[in-house]
């Protein structure tokens, strides 16, 4: 019988081969690793929570990002916590009805909601919305990001930010957005400050008319999420000129920054986070900010976000405040200097 040789094979490996119940066992320790590692987090809280199972509230309706994004912190806390995490949609209102749900429940760690941009926006526009961005929430973790991304008409004679802005200051150009104070509406508010340009706002009731109007050439450009964008990106339909985040898309990296393109420190976030009522208590709030923030850094966390055109982040409870507490503030600026007020 010859002699069996390893080559560039690890430990590990070489041991497989020899025992096959060294896999297994190799196998079960490091899926016992990672229950250890979970259990230690849920040791932090109180009263060995979750008791009962928690609630996730949503404050739009099924299929868009915000509920794709809620529905997989739920699957995935409900994996860790070994009871479902229930997914409870309140739309309406930009969200802010799941948001006053939110402040208004009990600080236990039950209820917490999937917050995004509106979040910080909506007591600005809307005096009726009933809640304070910062005071009357606990921040857990910062989730994902879509960037918006600035896209033109084809027969727009621009290519680059630059020759972008350059028109734009020799003749009227038309913005569409999904709404008065939505996410895109505001972009382009934020860019007119930052470079003394002036837009023609055209708002729409949702983004699928934008789309199609956009398409069609009854508007210039847009700043649609690239979730939204790039389908009719890729198939010509519409150009890419920038996007607004901080840096370029993982999923498009050819495609400039808004700041490197000509607008040093412009940076837009299309932030999705989860929120808990005020005054939780810090060790369930370090038990859910641990494992949502672990989530993102898991490889298939990761890719279900970037098929859906989302950033994956994760952050700390601490950092997610000072972002939220950033938001409002830079938002506030920009609504009042521009005058807006929703419907």
Request: net charge positive.
């Amino acid at each position: 019988m010859r002699p069996v040789v390893f080559t560039d094979i690890t430990f590990s490996q070489r041991h497989a081969i020899l025992n096959p119940c060294w896999a297994i066992v190799r196998t079960l320790a490091l899926g016992c690793i990672g229950a250890a590692a979970s259990s230690q987090a849920l040791a932090q809280a109180p009263g060995n929570f979750p008791a009962k199972p928690p609630r996730i509230l949503i404050g739009f309706v099924p299929g868009g990002f915000t509920d794709i994004a809620g529905r997989l912190v739920a699957q995935e806390l409900s994996e860790v916590f070994g009871m479902q995490v229930v997914v409870d949609n309140r739309p309406g209102a930009n969200g802010a009805i799941a948001a006053d749900l939110t402040a208004r429940a009990a600080p236990d760690g039950y209820t917490f909601y999937m917050a995004s941009p509106g979040h910080t926006t909506n007591p600005i526009l809307r005096k009726q919305a009933g809640y304070d961005p910062v005071k009357d929430f606990t921040p857990l973790s910062l989730f994902a990001d879509i960037p918006n991304i600035l896209v033109v008409n084809p027969t727009v004679p621009a290519r680059s930010l630059k020759e972008f802005l350059a028109l734009a200051r020799k003749t009227t150009m038309t913005q569409a957005s999904s709404g008065i104070g939505s996410p895109g509406h505001l972009v382009g508010e934020l860019l007119q400050m930052e470079t003394r340009v002036k837009f023609i706002h055209v708002p729409y009731k949702g983004s699928g008319a934008v789309m199609s109007d956009l398409i069609g050439g009854q508007v210039d450009f847009s700043f649609p999420s690239t979730a939204a964008a790039m389908p009719h990106v890729k198939n010509g339909r519409l150009r890419p000129i920038a996007i607004a985040s901080a840096k370029r898309s993982q999923a498009y990296p050819d495609i400039p920054t808004i700041a490197e393109a000509g607008v040093p420190g412009f940076q837009v976030m299309g932030w999705y986070g989860v929120l808990g009522p005020a005054r939780m208590p810090k060790e369930i709030v370090a038990t859910l900010s641990g494992e949502i923030a672990k989530m993102t850094r898991k490889s298939e966390v990761r890719s279900r976000l970037l098929a859906a055109g989302a950033e994956p982040v994760g952050s700390t409870a601490e950092e997610f405040a000072a972002f939220i507490a950033s938001e409002h503030q830079k938002w506030s600026k920009v609504i009042k200097a521009a005058n807006i007020a929703a419907n």
